[in-house]
């Protein structure tokens, strides 16, 4: 998932090196056409390029206000991601953890046991019975549990795409 915040960092200055790319060839136009006209410029020119000049410095503010907005979202996009990533790697952890004491064949009366199986216990509820188990003797292997794994997977990657959809938006010039 890091490499999303990588994607992040980089979409965030490629936006701003593109936004600093159009102002500065704004820029030079203006000054191109004001280096044209000024030695034959009359007033209602002059006034017409003020009005020119004011609309495109108030046009520059706004787009500079917008970009600022749209990357602190992102930015906080991001840490939500983080944080969610987060709870779904202690999930898989719990989970594959239940899934590897039962395979050994742990003691279900140990308090290390017990403390997975209550934790995971709502994780997989609605898994249980969903297969047959196999096994023999204290040792089983959990199929359901493989599939509650399998499909926290997907659920996370779902999760992951919605927020590249709210952290990332198409931008045109």
Same mark, same amino acid.
């Given at each position: 998932m890091a490499l999303d915040d990588d994607k992040l960092k980089i979409d965030e200055?490629?936006?701003? &090196?593109?936004? !600093?790319?159009?102002? +500065?060839?704004? $820029?030079?136009?203006?000054?191109e056409e004001i280096s044209r006209s000024a030695g034959q410029s009359t007033e209602a020119d002059e006034a017409q390029a003020q009005v020119l000049a004011e609309k495109l410095k108030q046009k520059a503010k706004t787009e500079v206000v917008q970009?600022? &907005?749209?990357? !602190?979202?992102?930015? +906080?996009?991001? $840490?939500?991601?983080q944080v969610i990533d987060y709870l779904f790697y202690l999930c898989y952890g719990f989970i594959g953890l239940d899934i590897v004491l039962d395979l050994i064949g742990a003691n279900p009366a140990s308090g290390f046991k017990k403390f997975v199986d209550a934790v995971v216990y709502p994780l997989l509820l609605p898994f249980r019975g969903l297969l047959p188990d196999f096994g023999h003797g204290r040792f089983r292997f959990m199929l359901s549990y493989v599939i509650g794994l399998i499909v926290y997977l997907l659920l996370h990657l779902a999760v992951n795409g919605l927020f590249r959809v709210l952290a990332f938006r198409k931008t045109s010039i």
């Open positions: 200055s490629r936006k701003i &090196a593109q936004h !600093e790319a159009v102002k +500065g060839e704004v $820029r030079k136009e203006i000054h970009t600022e &907005a749209e990357l !602190e979202r992102a930015r +906080g996009v991001a $840490r939500i991601s």
